[in-house]
Structures are given as structure tokens and as C-alpha cells.
């Protein structure tokens, strides 16, 4: 294949590697399959991605399929510093307007943008070797951790039924299983708070849940 890797499922069908620039439109074409419903204004598209790799190459990582060559899955990560008593932000503010100009080569945090599996290979593991991935960038670069404005995708078909505090209240305590949250929750991930107007996005109805996974290895 000619590319590093940086994980693999044991069968070696999957393997996770750095993004690169002939990855783009590939990119793009998991991202639209992945977020049928967020707004084109939010959308990453292969112009965004090749600024994510401009600003942060080591943050960018992709799933190939390697029977066929296909990239299937895919992860965005950028650097900065978290302000925990202020984490309320809007998703464009956050990460200057989806160009990654928002990175802080020092920044203390990997800050995940975006994460998406390809609806047509998904509970095949893929998220997780992509969180792999991530929680091994963390450890290499010595950051504090992992956060993130997590999608509560279930919230919009209960929101009639409770509040967003409720909804992820249920969610935490296992009452409730969200497609998104739940997901990282088990993944170690605790929530910090609730974010509204994170992002465009019915099925979410614009909220956004600020996670945190604090690195166990980390060393001041």
C-alpha cells in the first residue's frame, strides 16, 4: 500500500492511516454519506481537509479498506488549549471555520472535530481503531487529553418527551441510548456540559455535548 500504519484490525481488512492530500475528495464523499443532515455551511469538503493537513498532518487519519483500496472512515483532530469554566462554542469558532486555522501547535488538548464511519461498513470496529489512533497521538505528543462537542443524534426524535439536560441525564445513566453519545461514553469519555447552538443539525437540534477523555499517561 506504500503508507504507514498506524493501527489495524487483526484480520489486517482495515487499516487506519495519516490522511494526504489525494485523500480529499474521498474525504468529502464519507463526510456527506456520514452527516446527510448537517448544513452545507458546515460540511467538511475536500477544501477543508487539505487544510486540516496543511495546519496539522499528524492529526488527519483515514480508514482504508484493504481489499479494495477504498477509504472508509476518517478522523479530524487539531490542537489548542481549554478554558473548562468557558467550553460553550460554536463548532466554526472553534475550529476557524472548519479550516484548522483555530490550531495551536502547543495546545495541550487534541480537540476532535469530526469523526465518521461510512453508513455502508459501520459495526465493523472502525471507530474504534480510530479512537486508537487518537489515544495514541495523545500519548506520543504528551497531551492532557481528548475533547470534543459530541452530536446527541438521538436527542431530535425525544425532544418533545424532556429537556436536553434530561436527555443526556438518561443517557448517562444508561435509561437512554443515544447513537453518538453512548458510543463514547463507553469509550472512557465523560461529559462536561451541554453546548447549545453548536452546529446546524435537526437530529441533534443544534446541540453539542463537550466531552472529555484525560490521558492516564500524561506527565506535566
Known sequence: MGRAVLAEREDGRYV?????????????????????????????????????????????????????????ASSSDLRLNVDFAHYAHPYLEETGDNLFTTHDPRGEWLYGADIGVHPDVRGQGLATLLYGAR????????????VAGAMPKGYGAAAHELPIEGYVMAVVRGERRDPVLSVQLRRGYGVWG????????????????FIVWRNPAWTA
Open 135 to 146: 489515544h495514541a497521538l495523545i500519548r506520543r505528543l504528551n497531551l492532557r487529553g481528548h
Open 16 to 72: 487506519v492511516v495519516q490522511a494526504r492530500a489525494d485523500d480529499a475528495p474521498a474525504l468529502e464523499g464519507v463526510q456527506r454519506a456520514c452527516f446527510p443532515d448537517l448544513s452545507e455551511d458546515e460540511i467538511a469538503t475536500a477544501r477543508h481537509f487539505l487544510s486540516h493537513q496543511a495546519h496539522f498532518p499528524e492529526g488527519q487519519l483515514a480508514v482504508l479498506d484493504t481489499a479494495t483500496g477504498a477509504l472508509v
Open 194 to 209: 451541554i453546548i447549545p447552538d453548536y452546529l446546524e443539525d435537526e437530529s441533534c437540534r443544534n446541540y453539542g455535548v
